[in-house]
C-alpha cells in the first residue's frame, strides 16, 4: 500500500433480530440483578432443529426447502410459539423470536415457555396443493419435536388456520388411532370446525387494540378522532384497524408488502380490507387513498403508529421522523434498539410486543386448554378472558414501570423474568 492509499471508513454493522433481543434482555436483567447462573441459561437456547426436507412439485420435479424450529425455554411449561413461512427465516431470526415467545408468555402469566420456527419460503410462489404437501413433509420430520405437552406451534407471518389443520392432522396421523383425539391440542390457531376457538383469527388485532385503550384510559384520553397508521394489513393489521375504527379512531395511512397508501381524511377499514381481499392481497391502487412512497410512511402526521408486519422496521434511519405519540407494537421486534432510544428521547410512549400482540398467545392457550378439556367456548366468553388477562399485564407493567422509572419494554422484561427466574430457584438445577 502506497502512502497516498488511504482505508475506507468500514460501514456500520446493522444489528439483527437476535442482536436486539439479547440487548434487551440483558439491560432488564442487570435492572433486577438477575441471578447470574440463570442469566447463562436464559441468554441462550434450549433445542435448535434444522431440517432439510425434499416435496415434490406439481411439475413432478422435487425441490428441497429448509425448515426450523428453536426451542428457548420450558421452565415454566410447553414450548410455545408460531411457525412463519417467509424468504428471511433462518436460524438468528427464529432464536430471536422464541426468546420474545418465553418472554411474552411469562409475562402473561401462561403455563408455557417459548418457541418458533417456519419454513425459508415465498408461498405466493407456490400452488395450495404444494404448500400443503410442504407443510404435512415438514410436520413430519419435526416429528416428537412438537407435542401437545411439549411444543405446540401456532400460526404466523403467512401461515394460517389451514396450516395448522394440515399440521394437526399430519401429526395425528402418526399416532395409534386411540391417542389420536388426545393429540388435537398440538397446534393452535386451527379452524373453527377443526378444534379451533371462536375469534382466534382476531385475538392479537383485539390484543393491541386493547392495550391502546387502556393507554388511552390511564392517560385520560378518547380514541376518537384520533389518528392511526398500519404497517401490514394481514391478520393483525386488518383487526387492530377494525377495533379501533370503532371506537371512532381515523386510518389515515397502510403500508403492505406492496406499497403504501394515505388519505388524511380517513380510510375505512371494511372497504380496504375487501378491495385487499379481491387484489390478491395487496391494498395498492385501492380507491380511496392516494400512493405514497414507503420512505415517507412513518412520518405520517398521526397519533398512533401501529408496526404489525416484520422485525427491525423502526431503526435510527426513521424513527426520528415519527409524529406519532403513542408506538403499539402489534409486529414481534419491529422497533430495533436504536431506534427505540430516539423514540424515548422524544417521550414517544412503546408498549412493547411482549404485551401489545400477547392476545394471540393467550387466545391460543384458551384454545389448547378447550381442547385438552373437552370444552367449548361461544366468543363473548372468549373476548372477556383476554381482555381480563391483558389488563391484568398492563396494569401490572405500568406499575411496574412507574414504581422504578422505567419505560414499558424494560418494565415488561423485568417482570417477565422474574418469573422465570423464581422457577429455576424454587426448583434448582439438575443435577
Known amino acids: 500500500m502506497t502512502n497516498e492509499q488511504t482505508l475506507e471508513e468500514p460501514k456500520p454493522v446493522k444489528k439483527g433480530m437476535l442482536d436486539n433481543v439479547l440487548e434487551q434482555f440483558n439491560h432488564a436483567a442487570d435492572q433486577i440483578n438477575l441471578n447470574p447462573n440463570v442469566r447463562k441459561i436464559l441468554s441462550i437456547t434450549n433445542t435448535e432443529i434444522v431440517i432439510n426436507f425434499p416435496v415434490r412439485m406439481d411439475s413432478g420435479d422435487v425441490e428441497i426447502f429448509t425448515g426450523y424450529r428453536v426451542q428457548h425455554n420450558n421452565a415454566l411449561g410447553p414450548y410455545k410459539g408460531g411457525l412463519r413461512y417467509h424468504p428471511t427465516v433462518d436460524i438468528n431470526g427464529a432464536r430471536a423470536l422464541a426468546m420474545w415467545m418465553t418472554w411474552k408468555t411469562s409475562l402473561a402469566g401462561l403455563p408455557y415457555g417459548g418457541a418458533k420456527g417456519g419454513i425459508q419460503i415465498d408461498p405466493s410462489k407456490y400452488s395450495a396443493g404444494e404448500l400443503e404437501r410442504i407443510t404435512r413433509r415438514f410436520t413430519y420430520a419435526l416429528g416428537e419435536n412438537i407435542g401437545p405437552e411439549h411444543d405446540i406451534p401456532a400460526p404466523d407471518v403467512n401461515t394460517n388456520a389451514q396450516t395448522m389443520a394440515w399440521i394437526a392432522d399430519t401429526y395425528m396421523s402418526t399416532k ?109 391502487g385501492f380507491p380511496e387513498a392516494k400512493v405514497l412512497e ?61 404485551m401489545c400482540n400477547s392476545g394471540g398467545v393467550i387466545g391460543s392457550y384458551f384454545e389448547w386448554l378447550q381442547n385438552r378439556n373437552g370444552e367449548l367456548w361461544q366468543l363473548d366468553e372468549i373476548l372477556l378472558k383476554i381482555e381480563k388477562k391483558l389488563r391484568t399485564t398492563f396494569d401490572k407493567v405500568t406499575e411496574y414501570s412507574e ?17 422465570i427466574e423464581k422457577a429455576y430457584i424454587l426448583r434448582g438445577i439438575f443435577p
Request: net charge neutral; hydrophobic share 40%.
Open 176 to 284: 395409534s388411532t386411540s391417542e389420536r383425539s388426545k393429540n388435537m391440542h398440538v397446534v393452535t390457531g386451527k379452524p373453527v370446525g377443526s378444534g379451533g376457538l371462536e375469534g382466534r383469527d382476531r385475538a392479537t388485532g383485539f390484543g393491541v387494540f386493547l392495550t391502546i385503550k387502556f393507554w388511552a384510559e390511564k392517560t385520560k384520553q378518547s380514541l376518537k378522532g384520533k389518528k392511526f397508521i398500519v404497517q401490514g394489513f394481514g391478520n393483525v393489521g386488518y383487526w387492530s384497524a377494525h377495533f379501533l375504527q370503532n371506537e371512532g379512531a381515523i386510518l389515515v395511512g397502510v403500508q403492505d408488502a406492496f406499497g403504501s397508501i394515505q388519505n388524511k381524511d380517513g380510510i375505512k377499514v371494511e372497504d380496504l380490507f375487501n378491495y385487499a381481499k379481491s387484489n390478491h392481497g395487496s391494498i395498492v
Open 294 to 354: 414507503g420512505k415517507d410512511f412513518f412520518g405520517l402526521d398521526c397519533d398512533i403508529c401501529i408496526p404489525a408486519a416484520l422485525g427491525n422496521q423502526i431503526t435510527k434511519q426513521n424513527a426520528d421522523s415519527i409524529k406519532a405519540v403513542l408506538i403499539a407494537e402489534g409486529a414481534n421486534g419491529p422497533t430495533d434498539v436504536e431506534g427505540e432510544k430516539i423514540l424515548l428521547a422524544k417521550g414517544v410512549t412503546i408498549i412493547p410486543d411482549i
Open 403 to 419: 414504581e422504578k422509572n422505567l419505560d414499558l419494554r424494560t418494565a415488561a422484561f423485568c417482570i417477565a423474568i422474574e418469573r
